[in-house]
């Protein structure tokens, strides 16, 4: 089945940049995801990419994709304290609405 | 418009027990997917269910169930309970033919005594 690996937790200033990354094993995917989960709820979706991308960049998030090694990131700039949370990386596994999800990486900000 | 609804939010079985759990997509989402999530295993898919039928299945014994309505509201069962089912049960509902955007409910949390 599909292997999705994360770090699990980050540490980081207020107003820092935080960068959580992500490797998996299928190469087929044609899109990866990443979800966030804050206390006490489900999960909602922050951005996408499309497979055929390298980058995206939506207000204060950057995604970078890299196919060859299999590597995708996520990079959130001046982080808050609303940032803090758990971030999945998600990639559809047979099937578009099932998805193999990372074990998560929390994130904490301090103030 | 009103996201997807799950219930009971919490509750509490002891093993031997079945539980049913319920989820209301959002309205005109036909596709509805559930997950299991622990501390241990993350998330896992368990199964979606599309139009009444279920199109995906994951990994889990028969104990788990599910069924879908003609309203696109679904429901699942876990019979016999066993102490490992105690988790967050969440429901995702999706619209067909997007890139598989999921909408997650706020989740059932079980716990198994």
């Known amino acids: 089945g599909e292997d999705v690996e994360q770090s699990l937790f980050l540490s980081v200033r207020e107003g820092d940049s935080s960068v959580i990354n992500c490797t998996y094993t299928?190469?087929?995917?044609?899109?990866l995801y990443w979800y966030k989960q804050e206390p006490g709820a489900g999960l909602q979706l922050l951005t996408y990419?499309?497979?055929?991308?390298d980058m995206k960049q939506d207000q204060r998030l950057t995604v970078l994709l890299n196919k060859k090694d299999k590597h995708l990131s996520l990079r959130i700039a001046d982080t808050q304290t609303g940032d803090s949370a758990i971030y999945f990386c998600?990639?559809?596994?047979?099937?578009?609405?099932?998805?193999?999800f990372g074990k998560g990486n929390q994130v904490v900000v301090i103030p | 418009k009103a996201g997807v609804t799950q219930t009971p939010r919490y509750l509490i079985k002891t093993r031997g027990q079945q539980v049913t759990l319920s989820c209301s997509p959002i309205?005109?989402?036909?596709?509805v997917s559930w997950y299991q999530q622990t501390p241990g295993q993350g998330l896992q898919f368990l199964f979606e269910?599309?139009?009444?039928?279920?199109?995906n299945k994951g990994n889990f014994p028969g104990r788990f169930s599910g069924r879908q309505f003609s309203n696109s509201r679904s429901e699942m069962n876990v019979s016999t309970l066993e102490l490992g089912d105690s988790a967050l049960y969440l429901c995702?509902?999706?619209?067909?033919?997007?890139?598989?955007?999921?909408?997650f409910g706020e989740g059932s949390r079980l716990t198994v005594l």
């Open positions: 995702a509902s999706s619209v067909e033919g997007t890139s598989g955007e999921l909408f």
């Open positions: 299928d190469s087929s995917s044609t899109y």
């Open positions: 990419i499309f497979s055929n991308m």
């Open positions: 998600a990639l559809p596994h047979e099937g578009n609405n099932r998805l193999a």
């Open positions: 309205s005109g989402h036909r596709s």
């Open positions: 269910y599309f139009s009444e039928t279920q199109r």
